[in-house]
């Protein structure tokens, strides 16, 4: 049997943001049987811990179809719930994932992950984009719909804020048009003073949507950047997430623009634990 916890990411409360199960003790775990426990915890990621140092920690994040390389709500989910347990002290650990090594700052209520190196380059038409999640070229805004990335690439859509709640996905023509993204494609409602609502439909979970995304939220910091609608130095942003899903999610964003380049990014937000227990190890 292994140890277990589920938490809930980027949440203002529990029962809110995006669930995570975290399973413990997962170092002689195949892939396969790594696939078959996130298909059983059935949520949108679930984490494998393999190995705990002084400093961090070393982890597999699956969704219910695939491995990822690196998704932002269970970094962030992952380290937090290693400090609360004591298995690591409280402040910066690194973590050891497929992307490579990345910092998080854990603190009493949450994190704060550090986003890899910027990736940015041309995406799709947004009008096609615009399409393929059921919305017309009178929706997006005009702006261009790259695809970034800090970790994971999302194509970034812009859209008006009254079109957000009737995007819905067309599955195979997002497959179509993203087929060499690995996260998704973030649309994106802009609002004032930096609070930001997003939906994120989510490849690797076969396009459906996800109440949470911290690796999409750095992108759209990179975004905003490349945009121009924010300026020198370190920037806050606040994205509003999960809504149509019921689920609620803040996610707490700084983008660093140094020279008119993004050189860092971040997303930060609470964790919840919710539950623990043993689960079978897969035959």
Known sequence: MLRFEVVDVFAPRPFAGNPLAVVLDAADLTTEQCQALAREFHLSETTFVTAVDDGGYRVRIFTTETELPFAGHPSVGTAHTLVRLGMLTPGTVLQDCGAGVVPVEVTATGARLTGGPVQMRPGPDPAALAAAVGLGPGD????????????LEFAQLDV??????????????LAALLPDVDGGVSVLARGADGEHTVRVFAGGLAWE???????????TGVWLAAEGLVGEG??????HQGAALLR?????GTVTVQ???VVAATVAG????????TIAVPA
């Open 270 to 277: 609470d964790v919840h634990p919710v539950s623990r227990g």
């Open 209 to 219: 949507e996800d109440p949470a995304t911290g690796s999409a939220a750095l992108g």
């Open 259 to 261: 020279g008119g380049r």
């Open 248 to 252: 609620p999610s803040v996610l707490d």
């Open 234 to 239: 370190t920037t806050t942003y606040r994205l």
């Open 160 to 173: 008006h804020p009254a079109a957000l709640d009737r995007a819905v996905p067309d599955r195979r023509a």
């Open 140 to 151: 997006v805004t005009g702006r261009p719909a790259p695809v970034v990335g800090c970790g």
